[in-house]
């Protein structure tokens, strides 16, 4: 098995130690014996989308947002045919944010999403900072997520969108109904940094899995793999939040 990565504006979107996700996700298809190439998109890039097996992209202040948003919409129709297709895509606050219909920051700026996630973010009066446990409905175990969110935006989910998870401790989309991200076919949008991957081993390996069956046209054997280490870094959040397992 070869994959390859898009790695979407690492320049600009990379907080909190995003990069983290792309290195989680090499680390557990190197261990099994898989190529895995990881691809940098930045400003203007050319990129060849047909050799793209998974997608990442990370969170970003609002200067940086608004640096990058119009060449990723300028990039919407490849990506979008791509995400229909089932390629899995990780993408993380500002970039969650932005795979969305708008995000109007703080100075009533208004960047524009690609609408792909039905979702909408306004800046909030405060910003949203600290531990997240959540619950995810992915096919995952354990169900239960950990991560660290910093954002001003608040998230709503519009009629066609489909949470990621419930939040048990922190705030999530909005800190009102008690939502977390949010997930389309293969693409999962979040607020949660820290990094995601690392410390959440069962995401990481699904992200794998769909992208391994979609290149081979099937399910395809994913050899397992020792996640002790990782599980200990999720259960040290999973504590100090005062949170049991599910
Ligand atoms: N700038 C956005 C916000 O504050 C996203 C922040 C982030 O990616 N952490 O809501």
């Known amino acids: ?12 979107m990379n907080l909190y130690g995003d990069r983290g996700n792309v290195l989680a996700l090499q ?10 190439h990881v691809v940098d998109v ?3 890039d050319a990129v060849d989308w047909k050799t793209v097996d998974l997608i990442f992209m990370g ?26 297709e089932g390629v899995p895509m990780l993408a993380v606050c500002g970039a969650y944010q932005l795979l969305g219909h708008h995000y109007r920051t703080a100075d009533g700026a208004v960047l524009q999403g690609l609408g792909y996630l039905d979702i909408t973010t ?28 910093n954002h001003g935006g608040r998230t709503f989910l519009g ?35 820290g990094s995601l991957l690392p410390k959440n081993p069962q995401v990481t390996d699904l992200l794998l899995q769909w992208a391994a069956n979609r290149q081979t ?12 280490r990782e599980m200990a870094a999720h259960d040290v959040i999973v504590k100090r939040s005062k949170i049991r397992h599910v």
């Open 42 to 44: 930045d400003l203007g």
């Open 122 to 149: 306004e800046a909030g009066p405060s910003r949203a900072i600290g531990d997240v446990v959540c619950e995810t409905t992915l096919p995952v175990t354990p169900m239960t997520l950990v991560g660290f969110e």
């Open 1 to 12: 098995m070869e994959l390859t990565l898009a790695h979407l504006y690492p320049q600009h």
């Open 59 to 84: 969170g970003g202040e609002d200067t940086h947002q608004a640096r990058i948003y119009e060449d990723f919409l300028r990039r919407g129709p490849e990506l979008q045919a791509l995400l229909d």
């Open 217 to 228: 046209g099937g399910p395809t054997p994913l050899p397992p793999l020792d996640s002790t």
């Open 27 to 36: 680390y557990r298809a190197v261990h099994r014996g898989w190529g895995f």
């Open 159 to 193: 009629p066609e969108g489909t949470p990621l998870g419930t939040v048990r401790v922190g705030k999530g989309n909005n800190g009102t109904d008690g939502s977390e991200g949010a997930v389309k076919n293969h693409t999962l949008g979040t607020y949660l940094h």
